[in-house]
Nanobody, 124 residues
Framework: QVQLMESGGGLVQPGGSLRLSCAASGRTFSTYVMGWFRQAPGKERDFVATISRSGLATAYADSVKGRFTISRDNAKNTVTLQMNSLKPEDTDVYYC?????????????????WGQGTQVTVSS
């Protein structure tokens, strides 16, 4: 079992940056594919970014490509989402997730464990 805790959300102006972190419990963190998703009230949870167990493979939603970067530190059991050039449409609750896919995973059904989410608000 893995427990996930996100941090780093907040209010930022358009064009600004935020760094989200996800801390995982347990000694099996390196065996999980990790992902970030986001969700607005009343809407489906959307894929943002994913990273393989080794960290060598990543994938991003088209809407964030070139602006967001996902990384992981298996020694510290953490995964990070660096978000730059933020836009008002990036406003959402962001969730960290752990899954058992082969390499990377872009759909929610591939993930088993979820954090409780952290709010990101981009507004002037």
């Amino acid at each position: 079992q893995v427990q996930l805790m996100e941090s780093g959300g907040g209010l930022v102006q358009p064009g600004g940056s935020l760094r989200l972190s996800c801390a995982a419990s347990g000694r099996t963190f390196s065996t999980y594919v990790m992902g970030w998703f986001r969700q607005a009230p009343g809407k489906e949870r959307d894929f943002v970014a994913t990273i393989s167990r080794s960290g060598l493979a990543t994938a991003y939603a088209d809407s964030v490509k070139g602006r967001f970067t996902i990384s992981r530190d298996n020694a510290k059991n953490t995964v990070t989402l660096q978000m730059n050039s933020l836009k008002p449409e990036d406003t959402d609750v962001y969730y960290c997730a752990a899954g058992s896919a082969n390499i990377i995973a872009t759909t929610t059904n591939k993930y088993v464990y979820w954090g409780q989410g952290t709010q990101v608000t981009v507004s002037s």
